[in-house]
């Protein structure tokens, strides 16, 4: 069961800061071109994150006020 979790929290890991890179890059300058593949694969990420968070036997809550779509787990790295 462990490994399962461990597996588990390593893709949550990998999908979220994913989302993070696609985000910074957003803010970057771009094509047209570019934007629209990142802002795909943003889509593409957040989807699995959420299929992968809806399977996870813990339950996530956030913070009294805080923004859905800026959680973490807690050992982000911000640019």
Do not use: C, K
Request: charged letters at 35%.
């Amino acid at each position: 069961m462990t490994t399962m979790l461990d597996e588990d929290l390593a893709r949550i890991r990998a999908h979220r800061n994913n989302i993070h890179r696609y985000r910074r890059l957003l803010r970057t300058r771009l094509s047209e071109l570019e934007r629209q593949f990142i802002e795909r694969r943003l889509a593409e990420e957040q989807t699995a994150l959420d299929a992968l968070a809806a399977e996870f036997p813990v339950a996530f809550t956030l913070p009294e006020g805080q923004d859905p779509q800026g959680w973490g787990l807690g050992d982000e790295r911000r640019p």
